[in-house]
């Protein structure tokens, strides 16, 4: 069985930043894209980054130039640098994998428990 364990949220002040790891657990074989979204109160989830297993990254246009996403493919591990954090980027973020091969079994789309992140003013 796999699971994807985030961490890393928490309280910080405007400006300030915070690193979420996310793990995806289990007799892994491969990942295509591993990436983070996020729901504010009130809204729709969205995207904020994702990276192939090529390396290739895109990112929401809010959080261009101040979020960076990365991966260790040993450790089967995403990473959401976020720097220069503002108010509006509170919400829950959730980290998300598509196709992902294990023991012979493929899933296409796995979310995590989500964690949240709290900006204040």
């Known amino acids: 069985q796999v699971q994807l364990v985030e961490s890393g949220g928490g309280l910080v002040q405007a400006g300030g930043s915070l690193s979420l790891p996310c793990a995806a657990s289990?007799?892994?074989?491969?990942?295509?894209?591993m990436g983070w979204y996020r729901q504010a109160p009130g809204k729709q989830r969205e995207l904020v980054a994702t990276?192939?297993?090529?390396?290739?990254?895109n990112y929401a246009d809010s959080v261009k130039g101040r979020f960076t996403i990365s991966r260790d493919n040993a450790k089967n591990t995403v990473y959401l640098q976020m720097n220069s954090l503002k108010p509006e980027d509170t919400a829950v973020y959730y980290c998300?994998?598509?196709?992902?091969?294990?023991?012979?079994?493929?899933?296409?789309?796995?979310w995590g428990q989500g964690t949240q992140v709290t900006v204040s003013s």
């Open positions: 289990g007799s892994i074989f491969s990942i295509n894209v």
């Open positions: 990276i192939n297993d090529g390396g290739r990254t």
């Open positions: 998300n994998v598509k196709g992902l091969r294990y023991d012979g079994w493929f899933i296409s789309d796995k």
